[in-house]
C-alpha cells in the first residue's frame, strides 16, 4: 500500500499552533487584571474602609509589584477601584471573614495589561503564520506558475476538447442557429468575411433558463467549425484571495490564443460579470470582471477567438459587458413552445426504448407544457426507471405519466390513499375548479390529476399553449380567474378554504400587478411603468398595492359567480377524478362539454 509522506512543515504549523493555544490559555487569565487597568478609579484608604463596612466591597485583587489593591462592589462589577494597599498580617483574615474575596497577583497592573497585550500579538502573529501556510500550500499554486496547470493551478478549471455536436443535434433552437450560423463560416473560412471587410463578433451571450440547450449550441458552434472548444465555469474565477481571479482569466485567453481558432465557452458569466454597483461587491470581483473585459479588449477579431458566454440572469450583468465590441450578439434560448417540438424531443430521447401501444406522444408533449429539453430528458430517464422498478418490458403511458408528475409534484407517487381521503377530496374539487374555468375560458387542457406524491397529496391541470405570444387584457383577467378557480371551488363545496390556494395566489398576484404597473391596461394609471417609476422612488407604493387589491378581489368574485352557476361541471370531474385520479384532456372535454 502507498502511503503519501508526511509534510514537516504542517507537522512543525500544528506543533506551533499548539504553543499559540496554551499561551492564550495562559494569558487569558491575566484578562480581568489588564481590564482593571484600564479603567480604574483612585480612592483613599478611608473611603475603601467605609465601603467595606456597608457590605459593598465583593473582590480584592492585590498587586504585591506596586503594592497596591483594586477592587470592585456589587452595585457595579465592571467598576473598578484602587487604593493603597494596608500592610497588616490580618488584612486578607479579615476581608475574608467579611464575605470578600482576595486574590495576589505578582507583578504591578500595568504590567500585566502589558502581558496580555503581547499574548493578544502572540496570537494574532501566529494566526497570520498558519493563514500564510494554508494559502501556500492550497491557494498558493495561485502565486506560482505551473506549465501543466490550465487556469492559476485550479484543476478542472476549464477543459478543452473537440466537439463532435452538430447544428442538425439541436432540436427546438430553428431560429438561434439560424441567427449564429454565420459565426462558424466566418470562424472556418476568414477569408471571406476578410473580402467583405467583416469580423466576426468577439462573443455571443447565450441567455435563458437552465436546461434550455446554452452549453449544446455553444459545442454545436464549435463543431460545426472544427475547432477546439474550451469550457469554463466563471465561478472558478471567483475567488477570496488576491489576483487569483485575474490570473486565471488572463491563462485562459493565453490558452485560447495558443489553441486558435478556438471556440471559448464561459458558463455561469454573472458568476463575474454582475453589476459592479451593486451591494455585496467586492473590489476583487471588480478586479476579475475588469480583467476579463481588458482580455475581451485585447482582440481584433482576425485571431480566430470567439468567446461564448451563458447566462441564467442576463438582466444582472453589468452593462459594460454588453456593449458593442464585446458580446456583440445576444441570443435569448427559450424552452420550446410548440408542442411538437417537444415531441420531437420525446421521440429522440425513446427512440431505442420499448414503448406499450398506449403511448401517446402528442398527448405527453401537450402536458409537459414549460418543459426544457432536460427536463423531458430527465423524464423520459425516470419512466424508464419506473418501468424497470415495475418489472414491466416495455414503457407505457403511466409510466410516462409518472415521470411527469414526479418532476411537476417533486416526489414519488404515493400508495397509501385511504389515509388521506379527505385530503384527496380537497384536491380533487381545487383542481376540478381549475380545469372547468380553464374550459369555460375556451383554454385547452391537456391533463389533469390528483395522485398523491411522498411529498404531499398533490394535483395539477396540465395545459396546453395558446397559439400566441401576446396577451390580451381579457387574456390576462382569464388567467387570473383559472388561478382562483381552485380556491374559490373550495369554498363553494366545504365552505372553508385551505392553505393549497398558495402558489395559486402568487401566480394571480404577479400577473395583476403586471397588468396594473407594465402592461398599462388599468384606466386609472394610464399608459405609466409603475414599476419603473417606484425603482426610481418617484412614488411609492401603496396606491399600486390598493388598486392590485381592489382588482384581486374583483376578479375573485367574479370567478365564484362563474363557477356557481357552472358547478354541477365541477361535481362531475371531482367525482370522475377520485375514481380514476388522472384524466386526459379529451376525456375531460368530453365529460363537462
Not at 452595585?75 to 490580618?90: E, I, L, R
Not at 369555460?440 to 395545459?463: D, K
Request: hydrophobic share 40%.
Amino acid at each position: 500500500m502507498n502511503e503519501k509522506p508526511i509534510n514537516k512543515n504542517l507537522i512543525s504549523v500544528i506543533v506551533l499552533a499548539a504553543v499559540f493555544i496554551i499561551i492564550a490559555i495562559v494569558g487569558a487569565s491575566s484578562t480581568n487584571t489588564a481590564q482593571a487597568a484600564s479603567s480604574v478609579n483612585s480612592v483613599s484608604y478611608t473611603e475603601f474602609q467605609s465601603m467595606v463596612d456597608k457590605g459593598e466591597v465583593t473582590n480584592i485583587i492585590y498587586s504585591t509589584g506596586d503594592n497596591t489593591m483594586t477592587f470592585t462592589t456589587d452595585s457595579n462589577s465592571n467598576v473598578y477601584y484602587s487604593t493603597t494597599y494596608p500592610d497588616y498580617d490580618d488584612f486578607k483574615k479579615d476581608m475574608l471573614e467579611k464575605g470578600i474575596n482576595v486574590r495576589v497577583t505578582s507583578g504591578s497592573l500595568s504590567s500585566l495589561a502589558l502581558a496580555n497585550i503581547l499574548v493578544v500579538v502572540l496570537i494574532l502573529g501566529g494566526t497570520a503564520i498558519i493563514a500564510r501556510f494554508f494559502m501556500k500550500n492550497n491557494g498558493g499554486v495561485a502565486a506560482s506558475s505551473s506549465s501543466n496547470s490550465s487556469v492559476a493551478g485550479k484543476e478542472n478549471t476549464n477543459h478543452e476538447s473537440t466537439s463532435n455536436v452538430k447544428f442538425d443535434d439541436i432540436i427546438g433552437q430553428d431560429e438561434v442557429i439560424e441567427d449564429i450560423r454565420f459565426i462558424t463560416e466566418l470562424i472556418k473560412n476568414p477569408e471571406k468575411g476578410e473580402r467583405m471587410g467583416a469580423k466576426a463578433p468577439k462573443g455571443i451571450l447565450l441567455q435563458g433558463p437552465p436546461g434550455t440547450g446554452k452549453t449544446l449550441i455553444a459545442k454545436a458552434i464549435a463543431g460545426e467549425a472544427s475547432v477546439p472548444f474550451l469550457y469554463a465555469s466563471a465561478s472558478s474565477f471567483a475567488e477570496m484571495y488576491v489576483g487569483v481571479g485575474a490570473k486565471r482569466i488572463r491563462q485562459l485567453f493565453a490558452e485560447a490564443k495558443k489553441k486558435a481558432p478556438c471556440v471559448v465557452f464561459i458558463d455561469e458569466i454573472d458568476a463575474i460579470g454582475g453589476n459592479r454597483n451593486a451591494q455585496g461587491r467586492n473590489s476583487e470581483d471588480d478586479k476579475t470582471i475588469n480583467e476579463f473585459l481588458t482580455c475581451m479588449d485585447g482582440f481584433d477579431g482576425r485571431e480566430g477567438v470567439f468567446v461564448i458566454a451563458a447566462t441564467n440572469n442576463a438582466e444582472k450583468l453589468d452593462k459594460a459587458f454588453i456593449r458593442p465590441g464585446r458580446f456583440d450578439r445576444q441570443v435569448t434560448v427559450a424552452p420550446p413552445r410548440d408542442w411538437t417540438i417537444r415531441e420531437k424531443m420525446f421521440r429522440m430521447y425513446l427512440k431505442d426504448a420499448p414503448l406499450g401501444e398506449d403511448v401517446s406522444y402528442e398527448n405527453i408533449s401537450k402536458e409537459t407544457a414549460g418543459f426544457t429539453g432536460a427536463d423531458i430528458a430527465a423524464s423520459c430517464n425516470e419512466a424508464k426507471i419506473i418501468a424497470i422498478m415495475s418489472n414491466k418490458d416495455y414503457i407505457d403511458m403511466d409510466c410516462l405519466e409518472e415521470a411527469i408528475d414526479k418532476k411537476v409534484f417533486k416526489g414519488n407517487r404515493s400508495k397509501e390513499k385511504s389515509k388521506l381521503t379527505h385530503d384527496r377530496e380537497v384536491v380533487a374539487y381545487h383542481e376540478a375548479g381549475h380545469a372547468v374555468m380553464t374550459f369555460l375560458t375556451g383554454n385547452p387542457i391537456a391533463r389533469a390529476s390528483i395522485v398523491g406524491t411522498t411529498s404531499g397529496v398533490g394535483g395539477a391541470v396540465f395545459q396546453e399553449e395558446r397559439n400566441t405570444v401576446f396577451e390580451t387584457e381579457q387574456s390576462l383577467k382569464q388567467q387570473v380567474m383559472i388561478a382562483y378557480a381552485g380556491r374559490a371551488s373550495e369554498e363553494i363545496k366545504f365552505t372553508e378554504v385551505t392553505t393549497g390556494a398558495s402558489n395559486d395566489i402568487t401566480q394571480a398576484t404577479n400577473i395583476i400587478a403586471q397588468y396594473i404597473e407594465r402592461y398599462g391596461f388599468d384606466k386609472e394609471f394610464g399608459l405609466v411603468d409603475l414599476s419603473l417609476l417606484q425603482n426610481n422612488r418617484m412614488i411609492d407604493g401603496a396606491s399600486t398595492v390598493k388598486k392590485i387589491s381592489e382588482m384581486s378581489t374583483e376578479l375573485y368574485n367574479d370567478t365564484l359567480e362563474t363557477l356557481r352557476r357552472e358547478y354541477s361541471k365541477v361535481e362531475a370531474l371531482a367525482t370522475a377524478l377520485l375514481e380514476r385520479e388522472t384524466m386526459s384532456g379529451e376525456e375531460i372535454e368530453a365529460l363537462i362539454a
